[in-house]
Protein backbone atom coordinates (compact mmCIF):
# COMPACT_ATOMS: atom_id res chain seq x y z
CA UNK A 1 0.00 0.00 0.00
CA UNK A 2 1.49 3.82 -0.74
CA UNK A 3 1.69 6.20 1.90
CA UNK A 4 -1.49 8.10 0.47
CA UNK A 5 -3.98 5.03 0.18
CA UNK A 6 -2.62 4.49 3.87
CA UNK A 7 -3.50 7.62 5.01
CA UNK A 8 -6.75 7.74 3.31
CA UNK A 9 -7.41 4.15 4.84
CA UNK A 10 -6.50 5.13 7.92
CA UNK A 11 -8.67 8.63 8.21
CA UNK A 12 -11.87 6.31 7.41
CA UNK A 13 -11.13 3.99 9.99
CA UNK A 14 -10.70 7.03 12.30
CA UNK A 15 -13.73 8.46 11.35
CA UNK A 16 -15.63 5.63 11.60
CA UNK A 17 -14.37 5.03 15.26
CA UNK A 18 -15.58 8.72 15.66
CA UNK A 19 -19.14 7.94 14.45
CA UNK A 20 -19.55 4.92 16.67
CA UNK A 21 -18.08 7.07 19.70
CA UNK A 22 -20.48 9.63 19.00
CA UNK A 23 -23.63 6.68 18.83
CA UNK A 24 -22.71 5.49 22.51
CA UNK A 25 -21.98 9.00 23.71
CA UNK A 26 -25.82 9.09 25.87
CA UNK A 27 -25.31 5.51 27.25
CA UNK A 28 -21.47 6.66 28.18
CA UNK A 29 -23.12 9.94 29.89
CA UNK A 30 -24.23 10.61 33.33
CA UNK A 31 -27.36 12.36 33.61
CA UNK A 32 -29.72 13.88 36.34
CA UNK A 33 -33.14 12.15 35.00
CA UNK A 34 -36.73 14.16 36.97
CA UNK A 35 -39.05 10.58 37.64
CA UNK A 36 -41.28 12.54 39.60
CA UNK A 37 -42.24 16.01 41.65
CA UNK A 38 -38.79 15.74 43.80
CA UNK A 39 -37.91 12.59 42.79
CA UNK A 40 -34.85 12.28 40.46
CA UNK A 41 -32.42 9.53 39.23
CA UNK A 42 -28.23 10.24 37.94
CA UNK A 43 -27.35 7.89 35.51
CA UNK A 44 -23.66 6.55 35.77
CA UNK A 45 -21.17 6.71 33.04
CA UNK A 46 -21.33 3.39 31.23
CA UNK A 47 -21.93 0.80 33.71
CA UNK A 48 -20.89 2.85 36.91
CA UNK A 49 -23.51 3.50 39.18
CA UNK A 50 -26.61 5.31 39.63
CA UNK A 51 -27.70 7.72 42.04
CA UNK A 52 -31.49 8.12 43.44
CA UNK A 53 -32.08 11.73 44.65
CA UNK A 54 -35.60 12.47 46.76
CA UNK A 55 -35.95 16.64 47.11
CA UNK A 56 -38.78 17.20 50.30
CA UNK A 57 -40.29 20.07 52.02
CA UNK A 58 -37.70 19.35 55.14
CA UNK A 59 -34.82 18.26 53.07
CA UNK A 60 -33.04 15.79 50.81
CA UNK A 61 -32.19 11.96 50.52
CA UNK A 62 -29.72 10.32 48.29
CA UNK A 63 -29.05 6.36 48.04
CA UNK A 64 -25.77 5.39 46.44
CA UNK A 65 -22.74 7.40 45.83
CA UNK A 66 -19.16 5.96 44.34
CA UNK A 67 -16.12 8.36 45.53
CA UNK A 68 -14.77 9.29 41.93
CA UNK A 69 -18.37 10.60 41.10
CA UNK A 70 -18.88 12.47 44.35
CA UNK A 71 -17.91 15.97 42.59
CA UNK A 72 -20.57 15.44 39.66
CA UNK A 73 -23.65 14.14 41.91
CA UNK A 74 -23.10 16.52 44.39
CA UNK A 75 -23.44 19.44 41.44
CA UNK A 76 -26.27 17.45 40.22
CA UNK A 77 -27.91 17.20 43.65
CA UNK A 78 -27.37 21.05 44.22
CA UNK A 79 -29.24 21.88 40.75
CA UNK A 80 -32.38 20.54 41.81
CA UNK A 81 -32.60 20.73 45.68
CA UNK A 82 -33.52 24.22 45.56
CA UNK A 83 -30.78 25.14 48.76
CA UNK A 84 -32.68 22.21 50.61
CA UNK A 85 -29.49 20.92 52.61
CA UNK A 86 -28.83 17.16 52.18
CA UNK A 87 -30.44 14.87 55.64
CA UNK A 88 -30.31 11.77 55.17
CA UNK A 89 -28.12 8.97 52.72
CA UNK A 90 -29.27 5.72 52.39
CA UNK A 91 -26.65 2.84 52.41
CA UNK A 92 -28.03 0.14 49.93
CA UNK A 93 -25.22 -2.22 50.38
CA UNK A 94 -21.91 -2.95 51.52
CA UNK A 95 -20.06 -1.95 48.08
CA UNK A 96 -17.63 0.65 47.28
CA UNK A 97 -20.22 2.47 44.47
CA UNK A 98 -22.60 2.71 47.39
CA UNK A 99 -20.87 3.70 50.59
CA UNK A 100 -18.07 5.62 48.73
CA UNK A 101 -19.03 9.27 49.72
CA UNK A 102 -19.72 8.22 53.48
CA UNK A 103 -17.03 10.22 54.62
CA UNK A 104 -18.09 13.29 52.86
CA UNK A 105 -21.75 13.56 53.20
CA UNK A 106 -20.48 12.83 56.98
CA UNK A 107 -18.47 16.05 57.19
CA UNK A 108 -21.36 18.11 55.61
CA UNK A 109 -23.52 16.98 58.55
CA UNK A 110 -25.49 14.27 57.16
CA UNK A 111 -27.28 11.28 58.85
CA UNK A 112 -26.11 8.06 56.74
CA UNK A 113 -28.39 5.11 57.05
CA UNK A 114 -28.18 1.67 56.73
CA UNK A 115 -29.73 -2.10 57.41
CA UNK A 116 -28.17 -3.67 60.51
CA UNK A 117 -27.62 -6.42 58.34
CA UNK A 118 -25.70 -4.30 55.82
CA UNK A 119 -24.23 -2.67 58.79
CA UNK A 120 -22.66 -5.95 60.10
CA UNK A 121 -21.74 -6.85 56.43
CA UNK A 122 -19.47 -3.64 56.14
CA UNK A 123 -18.27 -4.22 59.55
CA UNK A 124 -16.33 -7.18 58.03
CA UNK A 125 -15.61 -6.04 54.86
CA UNK A 126 -14.72 -2.14 54.78
CA UNK A 127 -11.43 -2.90 56.81
CA UNK A 128 -11.07 -5.48 54.10
CA UNK A 129 -11.87 -4.21 51.20
CA UNK A 130 -12.34 -0.04 51.52
CA UNK A 131 -10.54 1.53 53.95
CA UNK A 132 -6.95 1.60 52.19
CA UNK A 133 -8.46 2.59 48.78
CA UNK A 134 -10.69 5.46 50.52
CA UNK A 135 -7.25 6.44 52.63
CA UNK A 136 -5.48 6.52 49.42
CA UNK A 137 -8.31 8.67 47.81
CA UNK A 138 -7.92 11.19 50.70
CA UNK A 139 -11.09 9.68 52.16
CA UNK A 140 -12.05 6.97 55.26
CA UNK A 141 -14.50 4.32 55.95
CA UNK A 142 -17.57 5.77 57.19
CA UNK A 143 -20.42 3.17 58.20
CA UNK A 144 -24.14 4.32 58.72
CA UNK A 145 -25.00 6.56 61.80
CA UNK A 146 -28.31 5.05 62.19
CA UNK A 147 -29.47 1.15 61.82
CA UNK A 148 -32.53 -0.60 61.26
CA UNK A 149 -33.78 -4.54 60.89
CA UNK A 150 -36.38 -4.86 58.46
CA UNK A 151 -37.77 -0.81 57.88
CA UNK A 152 -37.49 2.73 58.41
CA UNK A 153 -39.55 5.16 56.91
CA UNK A 154 -37.52 9.16 56.33
CA UNK A 155 -40.21 11.50 56.37
CA UNK A 156 -38.99 14.28 54.42
CA UNK A 157 -42.33 16.09 54.88
CA UNK A 158 -43.54 16.36 51.58
CA UNK A 159 -42.33 12.88 50.99
CA UNK A 160 -42.04 10.12 52.87
CA UNK A 161 -38.89 7.40 51.97
CA UNK A 162 -38.79 4.06 53.21
CA UNK A 163 -35.82 1.92 53.19
CA UNK A 164 -36.35 -1.51 53.09
CA UNK A 165 -33.98 -4.89 54.12
CA UNK A 166 -34.83 -7.23 51.33
CA UNK A 167 -32.60 -10.26 52.66
CA UNK A 168 -29.79 -11.91 50.36
CA UNK A 169 -29.67 -11.34 46.86
CA UNK A 170 -26.86 -9.66 45.51
CA UNK A 171 -25.49 -9.09 49.13
CA UNK A 172 -26.24 -10.41 52.60
CA UNK A 173 -27.40 -6.65 53.37
CA UNK A 174 -29.78 -5.50 50.24
CA UNK A 175 -31.90 -2.70 50.80
CA UNK A 176 -34.10 -0.94 48.80
CA UNK A 177 -35.96 2.67 48.92
CA UNK A 178 -39.42 2.90 48.16
CA UNK A 179 -41.46 6.01 47.92
CA UNK A 180 -45.00 4.25 48.09
CA UNK A 181 -46.99 7.55 47.19
CA UNK A 182 -44.58 8.36 44.59
CA UNK A 183 -44.53 4.21 43.28
CA UNK A 184 -40.62 4.76 42.52
CA UNK A 185 -38.32 2.21 43.72
CA UNK A 186 -33.85 2.79 43.99
CA UNK A 187 -33.29 -0.68 43.87
CA UNK A 188 -29.44 -0.59 44.86
CA UNK A 189 -27.93 -3.88 43.20
CA UNK A 190 -30.95 -5.79 43.57
CA UNK A 191 -31.72 -4.66 39.70
CA UNK A 192 -29.12 -4.33 37.30
CA UNK A 193 -31.09 -2.61 33.86
CA UNK A 194 -29.61 -4.56 30.62
CA UNK A 195 -26.35 -5.89 32.42
CA UNK A 196 -25.10 -8.75 33.64
CA UNK A 197 -25.29 -8.81 37.33
CA UNK A 198 -22.77 -9.31 40.31
CA UNK A 199 -23.35 -12.91 41.92
CA UNK A 200 -20.26 -13.12 43.95
CA UNK A 201 -21.51 -12.63 47.06
CA UNK A 202 -25.03 -13.78 46.29
CA UNK A 203 -27.77 -15.95 46.17
CA UNK A 204 -29.41 -16.37 43.15
CA UNK A 205 -32.15 -18.54 44.49
CA UNK A 206 -32.85 -15.91 47.09
CA UNK A 207 -32.66 -13.06 44.75
CA UNK A 208 -35.11 -14.06 42.70
CA UNK A 209 -37.69 -14.70 45.88
CA UNK A 210 -36.90 -11.19 45.84
CA UNK A 211 -37.87 -10.26 42.47
CA UNK A 212 -41.13 -11.62 43.22
CA UNK A 213 -41.49 -9.68 46.03
CA UNK A 214 -41.05 -6.35 43.98
CA UNK A 215 -43.04 -7.59 41.25
CA UNK A 216 -46.17 -7.42 44.02
CA UNK A 217 -45.43 -3.55 44.40
CA UNK A 218 -46.36 -0.82 42.20
CA UNK A 219 -43.35 0.86 40.68
CA UNK A 220 -43.98 3.58 37.65
CA UNK A 221 -40.25 4.31 38.04
CA UNK A 222 -36.56 2.52 38.98
CA UNK A 223 -33.13 3.80 39.37
CA UNK A 224 -31.55 0.63 39.58
CA UNK A 225 -28.12 0.31 40.64
CA UNK A 226 -26.28 -0.33 37.45
CA UNK A 227 -27.93 0.41 33.68
CA UNK A 228 -30.97 2.74 32.45
CA UNK A 229 -33.15 4.58 34.78
CA UNK A 230 -36.32 3.32 33.90
CA UNK A 231 -39.74 5.12 33.63
CA UNK A 232 -43.19 3.12 33.15
CA UNK A 233 -44.77 0.30 35.00
CA UNK A 234 -44.77 -2.08 32.05
CA UNK A 235 -40.77 -1.27 31.49
CA UNK A 236 -39.83 -1.76 35.46
CA UNK A 237 -42.02 -5.08 35.19
CA UNK A 238 -39.83 -6.14 31.89
CA UNK A 239 -36.57 -5.10 33.89
CA UNK A 240 -37.47 -7.34 36.90
CA UNK A 241 -38.47 -10.19 34.86
CA UNK A 242 -35.69 -10.14 32.47
CA UNK A 243 -33.41 -10.45 35.42
CA UNK A 244 -35.61 -13.04 36.95
CA UNK A 245 -35.39 -15.41 33.67
CA UNK A 246 -31.95 -14.76 33.57
CA UNK A 247 -31.38 -16.77 36.57
CA UNK A 248 -33.72 -19.55 36.01
CA UNK A 249 -32.22 -19.46 32.47
CA UNK A 250 -28.72 -19.78 33.65
CA UNK A 251 -30.17 -22.90 36.48
CA UNK A 252 -32.00 -24.45 33.76
CA UNK A 253 -28.50 -25.15 31.57
CA UNK A 254 -26.62 -25.76 34.13
CA UNK A 255 -28.63 -28.13 35.44
CA UNK A 256 -28.75 -30.26 32.86
CA UNK A 257 -25.29 -30.03 31.63
CA UNK A 258 -24.39 -31.36 34.78
CA UNK A 259 -26.38 -33.98 34.42
CA UNK A 260 -24.90 -34.82 31.42
CA UNK A 261 -21.90 -35.20 33.32
CA UNK A 262 -20.15 -31.91 32.00
CA UNK A 263 -17.91 -29.95 34.46
CA UNK A 264 -17.48 -26.07 35.31
CA UNK A 265 -15.71 -24.91 32.36
CA UNK A 266 -17.40 -27.13 29.46
CA UNK A 267 -20.63 -25.57 30.91
CA UNK A 268 -19.12 -21.68 31.08
CA UNK A 269 -18.38 -22.54 27.16
CA UNK A 270 -21.52 -24.44 26.14
CA UNK A 271 -24.20 -22.38 27.80
CA UNK A 272 -26.36 -20.56 25.39
CA UNK A 273 -27.29 -16.94 27.01
CA UNK A 274 -27.84 -15.34 23.69
CA UNK A 275 -31.13 -13.77 24.89
CA UNK A 276 -28.85 -11.62 26.90
CA UNK A 277 -26.11 -10.71 24.30
CA UNK A 278 -26.69 -6.94 24.50
CA UNK A 279 -26.21 -6.45 28.01
CA UNK A 280 -22.96 -4.99 29.65
CA UNK A 281 -21.01 -5.80 32.13
CA UNK A 282 -20.14 -9.25 30.44
CA UNK A 283 -17.15 -10.35 32.67
CA UNK A 284 -19.58 -10.71 35.28
CA UNK A 285 -21.31 -13.96 32.87
CA UNK A 286 -18.46 -16.82 33.97
CA UNK A 287 -18.41 -15.98 37.47
CA UNK A 288 -22.18 -15.92 37.64
CA UNK A 289 -22.25 -19.50 36.22
CA UNK A 290 -19.92 -20.70 38.45
CA UNK A 291 -22.14 -19.79 41.62
CA UNK A 292 -25.21 -21.00 40.15
CA UNK A 293 -22.86 -24.35 39.56
CA UNK A 294 -21.64 -24.43 43.24
CA UNK A 295 -25.32 -23.75 44.55
CA UNK A 296 -26.45 -26.77 42.51
CA UNK A 297 -23.80 -28.83 44.55
CA UNK A 298 -20.97 -28.46 41.54
CA UNK A 299 -17.62 -28.95 43.28
CA UNK A 300 -14.61 -26.54 41.98
CA UNK A 301 -11.48 -28.41 41.30
ZN1 LIG B 1 -22.81 -1.84 42.38
Redesign the pocket.
Known sequence: MNTKVLFLFRSVIIFIGLILLAGTSSWAEEKLVKLTDGVYGIKGKGAK?NTGIVVGSKGVFVL?CQLDSYKRRLAAIQSVSGGKPIKFVGNG?A?G??IGCNAHFEDMGVTIVGSQAMYKHLLVKGPKSYKKRLEKEGSRLVYPHVTFKDRIVIDLGSHKVHMIYMGKG?TIGDTVVYLPKEKVLFS??LL?ADNNP?LREGDSVNWQRILQKLKSWEIEALVP??GPIIKGASNVKRTIDALDGYFTDIRTQVKSMMGAGKGLKEIQKGIDLGKYKKWGRKKHIARNIKVIYTELGGKLM
Open positions: VNHADDHSDFTGH
